[in-house]
């Protein structure tokens, strides 16, 4: 049925893409730099050179994201695909780790990574990332 005139097509819905950063984006932006930030004070709280560097390979995954999270403002869909690739990695690192009884470097990597998987697939920030921008 057509609410429109007799001899025309349906009117159509438009929808406009955002004009700021979705609350899921920025909220996915803050939790991989403060993951990163405590992984810094758990690196530095290790007693040694070599747990500290056992330490923030086990954050790798998440400290590339964090530099990925610089560009989310300007950024397209590659981003947002790449950071989501990048926190299943971690998620299965995580998982690693906590199979070997590591708490510290499976449960906090592993919260951090599936909220980067779960806000970065919500509807708002696929809105934000694949919107139209002007060069």
Same mark, same amino acid.
């Given at each position: 049925m057509s609410f429109g005139?007799? !001899?025309?097509?349906? $009117?159509?819905q438009h929808t406009y893409p955002p004009l700021a950063m979705? !609350? /899921? &984006?920025? %909220? @996915?932006?803050?939790v991989v730099w403060a993951t990163a930030g405590v992984s810094v004070l758990h690196a530095f709280? #290790? *007693?040694?050179?070599y747990s500290a560097g056992y330490i923030v390979g086990g954050y790798f995954?998440?400290?590339?994201? %964090?530099?990925?999270a610089l560009? $989310?403002?300007? #950024?397209? *869909?590659? &981003?947002? @695909?790449?950071?989501?690739v990048l926190a299943i990695f971690q998620i299965l690192?995580?998982?690693? #780790?906590? /199979?070997?009884k590591e708490a510290l470097l499976g449960v906090?990597?592993? *919260? %951090? %990574?599936? @909220?980067? &998987? &779960?806000?970065?697939?919500?509807d708002a920030a696929d809105a934000w990332f694949s919107r139209p921008r002007s060069r």
């Open positions: 005139p007799p !001899d025309q097509p349906p $009117y159509q979705p !609350d /899921s &984006v920025r %909220a @996915t932006q803050i709280a #290790a *007693g040694s050179a995954m998440l400290w590339v994201i %964090a530099l990925l560009f $989310y403002p300007n #950024a397209g *869909g590659g &981003v947002r @695909t790449a950071s989501i690192f995580a998982l690693s #780790a906590l /199979s070997r906090i990597p592993l *919260g %951090a %990574a599936i @909220t980067v &998987v &779960v806000l970065l697939r919500r």
